[in-house]
Every structure is written in C-alpha cells, then in structure tokens.
C-alpha cells in the first residue's frame, strides 16, 4: 500500500518552488519544496507565517500595499508547480480551465506570479501571460489547500458543509450539470414572462432594459468587492495626513536614530555576552529577542504603512465618485429588483454582496431584452421548455439527493473513526439532510403531497454536520457547540478522510496544532504525516513532536531573521534537524537529554 502511494505522490502535482522578493520581511528568498512532507520550523517572530502569506499572494488572495518590504517599490511572489500526467477529475479539471482560459501548462509545468506596487496597482501572471486575480484564485483552488489558524473556522458556515460531502462523493460534475439545469429554466422562465405582455407594455419595458443595461455596463462591475476596498481605502485617504503624521511620529520612536530598535542590538549583544557568566541570562536573552523581533516588525509595519497614504486629494475625490455610482448601482438593482428600493436599508447594506445581485440582474436584463424581441409564438416553445427543464431537474435532483444520503453515512463513520485517533473518542459527528419547502417549489414526498420542496441550484438538498460531545449528548449544530480545538481537530479528521477519495495536490497547514500538546499533538502529527503519504504538505509547526516527524519522503525547514536580509529559510541537514528539534524541546540552552529524546522521535518512522 506505501509504494502504491509513494508512486502516485511522485506523478502527482506538487508545488516545486517559491521565490519571494522585497515582500515583508523577506528580502528575496527561494524555497526548493519536494515531494511528502515539508517542515517548516523556527523562532516567535522569524518570519514562518510571512511565507504563508506569501504562498496565499501569489494563490490570487487579498493584495495590500504594507506587504512590501520598507523602502522597495514593488513586492514579487512566484510559485511553479510541476505537472506530470495525471488522469484523475481534479487535474483533469484543472487543465479544462486552462485550456478555457487560454493557459496549456507549459511541458508539464505552470509559473504562476503576483506583483504588487505601492501606487496599489497589482498583476498576475499565469505561463507568462497576464490574467484576472480572479482567474488565479480559481486556478489555485485545484492546487493548494490552506488550512490556518483560523481556517477551521469555515466549517461553521452550513453552506461549506454541502460542498465538503459533495467532495467526498464525487458530484462535482452532477452538481455542475444541476447547475446549468437550473440556470436554463431561469432564462426560460424570464424570456417567457417576457412574451405575454402586451405590445405596449413591451415598449416600455424595452425603454427601462435598455436604459438599465446601459447604466450597468457603463460601471464595469469586474470585482463585486472594489466597494469594500474603496470604501476602506477612502476613509484611510480622507485621514492621510493625520495617519501619516502620527505612524512617522511612531516609527521614530521605535525605529528612528535613537529609537528602541536601533538601541536593542547594543542590548541584544549585551545580554548574549553576559549570559556566558550566567547561564539564566540565556531564558532572558530569548526573550528579550522575540520582544524585540516583534517591536522590529512593527516599526517595519508602520513606516510602509506611512509610506503607502497619498496625499492626493483629486485621487481621493475620484474614489468618492466611484463609491457613489457602485453604491448607488447596488440600492438600484442590488434587491432583486430594477426599481430603486424603497427605504429602510442602510448604506452598508449596499455592499458587495449588492453588487452580486446588480451583476445577476445585467444578465436577467439581458435575458429579458431577447425574450421582449422574440416573436409572441415563441410562447407556446417556452411553457414546454420550461416543463421539460423542470422534469430533467426534478430527476437529477432526486437522484443527486439519493447520492448524497449515501455518502454521508459512509462520512460519518470514517470522520467519527479519524476522531478517535485525535483524542475524541467520545464524540458524535451526524449528516442532517432536509429539503425546504416554498410556493416555487416543484417536488412532492409521498409522505406530505401538500408540500412542494424547492429545487436549488445544487439540487434539494440542505446539508449540515451535527455533534454531540457523547453519545449520552443531543445532537445538535456544529457552529452552535464545538470549540476552536474542537473544530481545527475535526477539520483535520474531514481532511484525512476526503483526500483519500479526492486528492488535494498541495496541502498546507499553519499551527493547526496550536493550543494542545503531549499525546494530542503526537495523534495531530501522526494524520499531517499520513496526509503526506499521499499528498504534498507543508507544515508550519512550533511542536516538537511533529517537527520530529519521519515519514518516507521529508525535508525540513528552518527559519530565521537577520539585520541584513530579514527573514531567511534554509533546509537542514540530518544534524541540523537534529539540533532544531532538540532546540524545540529544550529551548536556546539544548541539553543532552533534549539531543537524546529528539534523536529518538527522528528515528521513528511513520508507518
């Protein structure tokens, strides 16, 4: 069974390398990743987490200008994945929205590249080629999985929940043609409302579409979340000169000429040379170094921030212009109707999730448009339509249901199984499935024939994970009861599980064993190893025992920072690994009884 798996990691996708220039902390840095498990270890404050930030940059995530590094105009973040053949859905997937988008990986590989500038302008490349973060974040969606510190906490939306047994069941493909089932009856049923009406109240309808599609062009909604960013963006702008004034006043506190960092390293060398007189000075040494690390890193923070405020007030004027159209675009056509709304929203409703709904009436307009042009014989074409679409969605929809009552009880058992081994013995994990009734519904159960269910784009089916602590304990919703450990925990479970059915190339995990320790985190590091028998995956750890992990294929790590370049990362040889997690185990000053229980962690190997 290991050399099946080995064999099917080594032809798998995997993220090959990370290159990072001027972002954060880094100055430039390349991380050769391999094949397995990748370790990532090293001090409070070194700069761990700046590279998953840099990793979710270059995914399509969030770009903000106080990710480049203090003094550098531009912050460059590449990522190149090898992919070899590989005849399973996800990469088949994958390679179907490159070819969609123009994008054949290029000899079985894909460089994928994000820049960002401290005007606030931002790029993405694919193969070379520049294209939407949007399309990048779609892209990525294939290759890494990021499970953070506060990842777990996604599960707590009942909307992720459907997705995960969809996962697990393989209907990607039956939801997507449920989907477009779904869609083609709405377009049918708009046209069709469109030719009843009489030939006056055409003309008028064709004057407001008209009127609406233009005005809803012309705004050229790309990204339903500019609003947010804008309207952030406009109140730091509005306050620039206060902000900057204040954050320069704080950086020369901290970091200007006589400021706290530029006189920590006559203390830091102070205490280092002491502490050769007084071993205890060692304890206060390393914490005086994360203190410091930490000030330094904020002191960074503050003058990019300064830094990246302008102070142009025609800039500022012109982004109050386009909050005003957006907002006014998202009262308009944001509550499901054409027609300005009438009171009783509040301006922050108007948001992007308004905006979504203004982009779905462009298409609903447009729709209507052609159904208006139509010839009115059109009508009798379009009932039948509409009754075919209905039947073909009331049969893939039952069917789809039938799938997933299945599958989840085969996901119940094998998370509850996963649990056991993470220290929950005890605890109940149950897969609620409902179907919601309404007067659009079009589905009746035998068993109450007055009821019509709705049939959503993903089918009947609401699905939601209960728990119970025992099985003494009601059942009751997840979101509602579990606690953060609880929830990183079983997330870890639902990981396990799912990727043994559906691969996930690169997986990457954050400090999910924050918060326990002794015979939990050895459980936690026993399934992060497992996952790497099948799968890549980087993990973020301050925990010895997982640091000491050896399954088959492992490299490991370390990072650090240093007054020159910032952070650093460098791969460590059998001794060095040796000395890292002995340094985990017993801190700055490693003792013979650190070195002992750290050779033996490393010489157990994962089965």
Known sequence: MRGVAAAQ???????????????????????????????????????????????????????????????????????????PPDTRAGAKALRALLADQGLDDDEGSLLVRREISVEGKGRSFVNARQVPSSVLREISKFLVDIHGQNEHQNILGVDSHRSILDRYAHLGELVGEMRKLHKAREEARQKLSSVTLSEDDKVRRLDILQHEIRELEAAKIDDVREIEELITREKSLANAETLVKDLNAVHQILGGEGGFVSRGGTIERMLEADSQYDESLGEILTQFRESYYALEEIARLVRAKAESYSLNPEELEEMRERIGLLQTLARK????????????????????????????????AKNELTGIELSSGEEQRLRKEIDSLNTQMKDKALYLSEKRRLASLELEQKVQQELKALGMEETQIKISIRWEYGDEGTVTQEASPDKKYVIAPTGLDIVEFLMASSARDTLRPLRKIASGGEMSRIMLAIKKVIIETDPVYTMVFDEVDAGVGGRIAEAVGRKLAGLSLASQVLVITHLHQIAGLSPNEVRHFKVSKHKEDGTRIVRLSKEQRLQEVARMIAGENITESALTHARSLLAEKIA
């Open 9 to 83: 990691l080594a032809a798998s996708f995997m993220l090959e390398s990370l290159t990072v220039k001027d972002f954060a902390l880094i100055r430039e840095l390349n991380i050769q990743f391999g094949p397995g498990l990748n370790l990532i270890t090293g001090e409070t404050g070194a700069g761990k987490s700046v590279i998953l930030g840099a990793l979710s940059l270059v995914l399509g995530y969030k770009a903000t200008t106080d990710m480049i590094r203090s003094g550098s105009k531009r912050a460059t973040v590449e990522a190149s994945f090898a992919m």
């Open 333 to 364: 056509y944001g509550r499901g109707t054409g027609v300005a709304s009438a009171g009783g929203a509040k301006e922050s409703d108007y948001g992007s999730g308004s905006l979504e709904k203004a982009k779905a009436y462009l298409d609903k």
